[in-house]
């Protein structure tokens, strides 16, 4: 089991054993400076219920490990960034059972006080603890759970309680008097406070580390990248000349054999040479394509209406491309911060597959429309566009690979494997997403997520 795929919990169980340790060491120093008498036994029992349920809890997380949770554990590993993650990144079941786990260990220590002294044991503090650990572990809404279950342990501790002759100050009351209920007062106070504020710090701490981790990626990304576009830009440049070479000397060739009796076959493959060069042309201009730097153009000032036009201008066979003027209408005049022919290359990517995707006389739907999202507890506008082809859709294994450099499913001579890379790599820089969403024999969609607003730093100067 490791204890990085399993997040918390492993914390939470040896936090638990530390628990056990402590407890054991506490009751029998307690019981040798003052005879704890019948409960004694009562409380070693509470501490051995302690560690037979983490010894459950362990060999739960084993169990799990090993089946389903393993798959939920991947799923929150790789969800987008429009995904609400669950809290320290763990799936929903691991949440669960420690939050009922936490809580039992508040129902314990309120029966370990009971038979020790109730509210004027000085190990009621441990109550705080219990709330802060769990303010770190769990989700911000569940954990106001533990909060009530320990005001509720102590309200019980003032009012019923076993005494202890050198702890006890005054014997409980079943009528809280002032004193009884100023320190309920207070306690509860203190609980919300810990709650609070270590839930938020928590939280603080979680979307900073989940910033690092992006920027981190980020900048694995641009590196490699960088190497692909060099490798790219560096082979197109390298093979241009000798195949200039070659087209001119073909070109000679077959001026010196016009008039002259040949076979037709020497005919037939001139031509094969000839087509063959001119699909390796085409090969390196895509290269070269692939190879610019899209994101060092200049940032600009347009509306999704434009953004659309100059995507559409660059189209191969924009009379195959249909559009919804209704939809679009209302959003047109938007307002967007983008590198315009950045963006509109990397759209003018997923429509060409589009299109190569689909029959000959196939179309492709192009959608777009503005959606809200709620992203490190804010509302965030976003642009959604939707490419849907009409081809015969990608199989798991072709979806899960899509992007990856080098990796085509066109015919040799179509593609290189770049495109596609480059144009996630693009929405990702803009903070955005690219997914798909395909089935065999129905099509495929690619969907777009673009945020409608960008960080001050990347606009030009107003002035």
Known sequence: MSPARLGSSTWLLHLRWMAVAGQIITIFIANLLVDLGDVFVPLILLVGFTAITNVIYLVWLRYQHAGPLQRQLEQSEVSGRFHAADWEGEPSLLQSVALAIMLLDLLTLTIMLYFSGGADNPFTFFY?????????????????????????????????SIPVEILTIEKPNVNFDFRASSLLFAFSACAAVVTYYVTQTAGELQRREEELRRAQADRATSYRLEGLTTLAAG??????????????????????????????????????????????????????????????????????????DTTLEGIRD?????????????????????PREAIAQAFRNLIHNG??????????????????????????????LTVQDSGQGMSEEVLERAGDPFFTTKEPGRGIGLGLFLTRNVISQLGGELVFESTVGHGTKAIVRLPMAQPDHRKPNAG
């Not at 769990?134 to 019923?160: D, E, N």
């Not at 006389?361 to 809200?372: E, F, M, N, P, S």
């Open 128 to 160: 705080f603890v219990n709330l802060a650990v769990g303010g770190v572990m769990i989700r911000p809404k569940s954990v106001w759970l533990m909060p009530v279950f320990a005001v509720a342990g102590y309200m019980i501790l003032l009012r019923s």
């Open 235 to 308: 082979a197109a440049h390298e093979l241009a000349t000798p195949l200039s070479t070659i087209d001119v000397i073909v070109r000679e060739m077959s001026r010196h054999l016009e008039g002259v009796e040949k076979p037709q076959s020497v005919n037939t493959d001139l031509q094969l040479i000839d087509g063959q060069l001119e699909m390796c042309k085409q090969i390196l201009a895509r290269m070269r394509s692939a190879a610019g730097d899209s994101m060092a153009q200049q940032w600009d000032q347009t509306n999704v209406g434009e953004l659309i």
């Open 318 to 338: 924009p009379h195959r491309v249909d559009i919804d003027d209704e939809d679009l209408g209302p959003i047109e005049d938007q307002t967007l911060w983008v």
């Open 355 to 384: 299109l190569d995707a689909s029959p000959a006389d196939g179309r492709v739907q192009l959608d777009a429309k503005i959606i809200t999202v709620k992203r490190s507890g804010q509302e965030e506008a976003f642009l959604e």
